[in-house]
């Protein structure tokens, strides 16, 4: 390896020394540390202290007792570390440079086993941790050896030829598939600022001669004359596990470096104005759309209240009609029964009568029969006022509850079958982006009940005029003449009970009867209309009922959708409301991991060293060599003359 580069001033004293020393062969520039270090710095000579505090002779400080400390404008530390192979540290050096603003004595801290001026021959003092030296206006460096040197990051590097794990000291030569994985954690015990401010690049160099199939999925990948540079950047506060395979042959490989520095990138954000606008009409939009959802769900709501009421109206009607239509039968038959009665008891009365009235002997009636019979009679006329209000209040019922379903059909005027065809046409043409599975079974739902509700509107057209002819049938039945009929027929009977020899009443009551079972004749065959109505009515009602639950249930199937369509938006809508803040804000937190503005440097040799404006690391593993061939041992070399060490401290 090459040594330090070292920019030499012969001038006075300093010349006459260096004279001495190369002529007595006791300095020699190739004896400089054996790393591939190159540093950017000047030097006029170097003195060193040897750790323990005491300084050699030569070229000794001259603080003066009581001498001013020297002005410092800033600091820099640059940190060279030799890593082993495996990436373990092996030692390290600081070169500190001050930027000297008034001469006098230059204060620094700093645990090193050694120091050395590179920028004058005046000796540097050490007394443990503290460096003391006199310095002139101008740059002023010098360089220490760690004492106990560690690094803010632990690096580890592993390698492996064919899949097996392989020392480093076996790779130079070696030919296979070649695999590096480089691991980089914070040190534990270290400050650690610098790990979480610092951004790491380690960079390796292959020679494409040895090397090719080239990958590093996290690397940046340049060609430089015949060598390929893989980068790896790592940045502040991570840690990192990288890899780089290749095909090698013979392989050899220069150096790892690895610098750190202080993390630092300028650009410029984005406009994000447009794009918040943008997202804060969608947000309007959803609003509104949710809105909408808000004002479906309610309607639907309320209309699914209303169709629950008509569903228990409606079976509770049709329940009381199939209970009416149950009695048809048996009220048909009593009432033909009381009509042959009252037939009989007419032609029974008016032969007796004749027979009286002819003196053919004894009419041969059951009169108790006969009163009881028109107490029978008597009943079925009283509960038939009742049963025309039953008929009245179902009717009044049914027309209130027919009226709902209207308003619904209503509400789809100039709504017809073609209408309808293409809507369906045009919903199934949608795909599920478009409208929705839940939304097609919602309309097909709604058309439904809206076919269904237009049926039980026509059923009960075609129902309520039987329903009134029945009502208008009894209404015209006048039930108190009847009653009064019967009263004054009961009366008679009782009179004639008493005494049969008095033939007027007789007459009378002939009439009456006759008259009774010509009314009741009437009366029969309204109740026979009635009751056939009732049964056509009550047939006919089931399907109306069963439409009417089914379009509840329908009802209830779509307020169950909306109710979920509405619940959809609402999640959407609170999802993108702030969608527009949230955006800026997490932009915002993004960068923030890359703003580093705040970053105040501290040195790295002590926390009591100020005014430090940069300190940055620069580190270097071993190369990977091939083993050199065996050769045969030269000849001793002619000892060095005056002039060969001249030239050689030139480089010439």
């Known amino acids: 390896m090459s040594s330090r580069f070292l920019r030499v001033t012969l001038s006075g004293i300093l010349a006459l020394s260096l004279f001495g020393a190369l002529a007595f062969g006791q300095a020699d520039p190739a004896s400089a540390r054996g790393q591939n270090f190159s540093t950017p ?45 495996d990436g373990t540290l092996r030692d390290a050096y600081v070169v500190n440079h001050f930027d000297i603003t008034e001469a006098g004595r230059l204060v620094d801290r700093g645990s090193y086993s050694e120091v050395s001026n590179l920028s004058t021959t005046v000796a540097l003092a050490q007394d443990g941790d503290v460096i003391t030296g006199k310095v002139d206006v101008g740059d002023f460096y010098y360089e220490g050896t760690l004492s106990d040197a560690r690094l803010p990051w632990s690096i580890a590097i592993a390698y492996s030829l064919d899949g097996k794990p392989i020392n480093a000291s076996e790779l130079g030569g070696a030919t296979g598939q070649l695999e590096v994985r480089i691991i980089t954690r914070a040190n534990p015990g270290v400050n650690p600022l610098f790990f979480d401010n610092y951004m790491l690049q380690i960079q390796l160099s292959l020679n494409t001669e040895k090397a090719c199939e080239i990958v590093a999925p996290d690397a940046t990948i340049a ?57 804060g009409l969608i947000s309007d939009a959803i609003g509104q759309i949710n809105g909408g959802a808000a004002a479906l769900n309610a309607g639907i709501s309320d209309m699914s209240a209303g169709g629950l009421q008509l569903a228990r109206g409606s079976q509770e009607f ?18 033909a029964q009381f009509y042959q009665l009252f037939n009989s008891l007419a032609t029974q009365i008016r032969g007796a009568y004749d027979q009286l009235v002819n003196g053919l002997g004894d009419m041969g009636i059951d009169l108790d029969e006969l009163m009881e019979n028109l107490a029978s009679l008597e009943q079925i ?20 509850a027919i009226g709902t379903i209207n308003d619904f059909v209503a509400g789809f005027q100039g709504l017809d079958e073609a209408t309808i065809s293409q809507l369906q046409s045009e919903a199934a ?8 599975a839940a939304s097609q079974s919602a309309l097909t739902t709604l058309i439904a009940d809206y076919r269904l509700s237009q049926g039980l509107v026509n059923n009960w057209d075609t129902l309520r005029p039987l329903l009134e002819g029945l009502s208008q049938g009894l ?17 008679m009977l009782a009179e004639v009970q008493g005494s049969l020899g008095d033939i007027s009443s007789l007459e009378d009551l002939v009439v009456l009867v006759e008259q009774l079972a010509d009314g009741y004749g009437q009366f029969d065959d309204g109740l026979i209309a009635y009751t056939d109505g009732v049964d056509g009515l009550a047939g006919g009602f089931v399907g109306l009922n069963g439409g009417i639950q089914q379009f509840v249930g329908g009802v209830a199937q779509v307020q169950g959708g909306t109710a979920q369509l509405y619940d959809g938006t609402s999640q959407l809508y609170g999802s993108v409301v702030d969608l527009p803040a949230t955006m800026t804000e997490q932009i915002e937190v993004f960068m923030a991991d890359y703003d580093f503005s705040d970053f105040v440097p501290e040195s790295f040799t002590s926390s009591e060293n100020r005014k430090v404006e940069l300190v940055q690391f620069v580190l270097m593993t071993e190369p990977i060599k091939a083993a050199e061939p065996e050769t045969a041992p030269e000849a001793p070399a002619a000892p060095a003359t005056f002039w060969d060490r001249l030239l050689a401290l030139f480089g010439l």
């Open 41 to 85: 710095l000047g030097s006029t000579g170097a003195s060193q202290t040897n750790g323990q505090g005491q300084t050699p002779s030569a070229g000794q400080s001259s603080i003066p007792p009581g001498s001013a400390d020297a002005g410092i404008s800033a600091k820099d530390e640059i940190v060279y570390a030799t890593l082993n192979v």
């Open 223 to 279: 060609q430089a004359g015949s060598a390929r540079q893989v980068a790896f950047t790592v940045l502040p506060g991570r840690e990192a596990d990288l890899r780089l395979s290749a095909r090698v042959t013979d392989f050899e490989m220069d150096a790892i470096q690895i610098s750190a520095l202080p993390f630092s990138m300028a650009f410029d954000l984005p406009d994000t104005s447009e794009m918040a606008d943008g997202l």
């Open 318 to 335: 049709n329940d009381g009609l199939l209970a009416l239509s149950a009695g048809s039968a048996q009220l048909r038959e009593g009432s």
């Open 381 to 400: 006329l009283t509960d038939l006022d009742s049963l025309m209000e039953q008929i009245e209040s179902a009717r009044t019922t049914i027309d209130a």
């Open 429 to 436: 043409a949608l795909d599920e982006q478009q409208l929705s």
């Open 475 to 491: 209404g015209s039945l006048d039930t108190d003449d009847l009653l009064q009929v019967v009263s004054a027929l009961q009366a």
